[in-house]
């Protein structure tokens, strides 16, 4: 028998809706400061607890004329009052500003650091980060939230670290982030929302166990040329160390490289220099997906950028020249990563 379907909580719709028409009106900045205008309190469930407590001795007191009920009522109501004041007063007055995230890879966890700074003269306790709503971000993990938690020092600042993963490739904003306090009662819950304007980059992610690099292309000739590169990794005048090659043909640069890789020693091939030069082919990436492909020429990319060889980058819209380096590596997965 089929399961029944779920059936959907209008109240659950109708709040989704609601917050992402009030997130819209929210500005995009990289730094915030908290005012009256974007700290919002209310109880928590203890908050509402206690007021009904409040309220039942309240009456006790009046009906029976307890003095000690009075004396204790008025006691744990001005406690609770002088507690909303210090909970707002936590998150009021701070600011916040956001250090923009370096690339990251699909797949992994994204992490940014959120500087919190302090100009008030006492410290600020309590204070948690998090993901707005994680399950926008990543839904296969749920929609629960995870708090980074700090003090801010008096006159001082700390620095907090916000993780997300990031849902597929190309160039994504920030999610919208939250933070909250419940210091020092944990009667009233202040929070305010804020949503980052920068941006982070998603490279493909690489492929596990990628088929080795594609064979050289002749930089002049025909077919025959061609046919006789060979996929041993012999690209653009450098190949594997052999008995007999002198020394003077090793390339020490990239051999300090390929020993701490434990692939031993290169030399220079002045003539598979002059004849072929490595290009990593969108075409050529496999009879698989478009994320499939790109996947590869990523893993490619990494894996040729750590033997140190010079290789250009075919995608069905833009070419970029054989060369090497870390710039070159990073203008490769750029172009990976929003084509």
């Not at 809706?17 to 908290?34: C, E, I, N």
């Not at 006691?75 to 909970?87: K, P, R």
């Not at 002749?218 to 190949?239: K, Y």
């Not at 007999?244 to 490289?257: H, I, Q, R």
Request: glycine fraction near 8%; charged fraction near 20%; aromatic fraction near 8%.
């Amino acid at each position: 028998m089929a399961a029944p379907a779920s059936i959907p909580n209008p109240f659950a719709f109708i709040r989704g809706r609601f917050q992402a028409w009030w997130q819209s009106k929210l500005p995009f900045t990289d730094s915030v400061a908290l005012t009256q205008r974007n700290v919002y309190i209310l109880p928590t469930r203890p908050g509402w607890m206690l007021g009904v407590t409040l309220l039942t001795l309240l009456v006790a007191s009046i009906n029976y004329q307890l003095n000690l009920g009075y004396m204790l009522t008025f006691l744990l109501a001005g406690s609770a009052l002088v507690g909303m004041h210090v909970c707002h007063g936590t998150l009021r007055g701070l600011a916040m500003n956001l250090i923009a995230p370096s690339a990251q890879y699909a797949g992994a966890t994204a992490v940014f650091d959120v500087k919190l700074m302090n100009a008030r003269r006492t410290a600020r306790h309590g204070i948690g980060l998090s993901v707005l709503n994680p399950h926008d971000v990543d839904a296969e993990k749920g929609s629960e939230r995870h708090w980074a938690w700090t003090d801010v020092p008096a006159q001082g600042s700390s620095v907090v670290q916000i993780a997300f993963t990031p849902p597929r490739r190309g160039l994504h904003r920030l999610p919208t982030l939250t933070a909250e306090t419940r210091f020092p009662l944990g009667t009233f819950r202040v929070w305010t929302v804020w949503r980052p304007a920068a941006q982070i980059l998603v490279y493909p992610a690489p492929e596990l166990h990628p088929p080795p690099l594609p064979p050289g292309e002749p930089r002049s000739g025909g077919a025959a040329a061609a046919a006789r590169a060979q996929s041993t990794g012999e690209f653009d005048g450098v190949r594997g160390y052999r008995r007999g090659d002198p020394m003077k043909l090793v390339v020490w640069k990239k051999a300090a490289k390929a020993d701490e890789q434990g692939n031993g020693l290169v030399v220079r091939d002045t003539q598979q220099a002059q004849r072929h030069e490595l290009w990593l082919d969108f075409m050529q990436a496999g009879s698989a997906g478009v994320e499939q492909k790109l996947s590869r020429l990523c893993a490619w990319v990494l894996l040729a950028d750590k033997l140190a060889l010079d290789y250009g980058l075919r995608l069905p819209s833009l070419e970029i020249k054989p060369s090497s380096g870390e710039a070159h590596k990073r203008l490769c997965l750029e172009a990976l990563a929003v084509c």
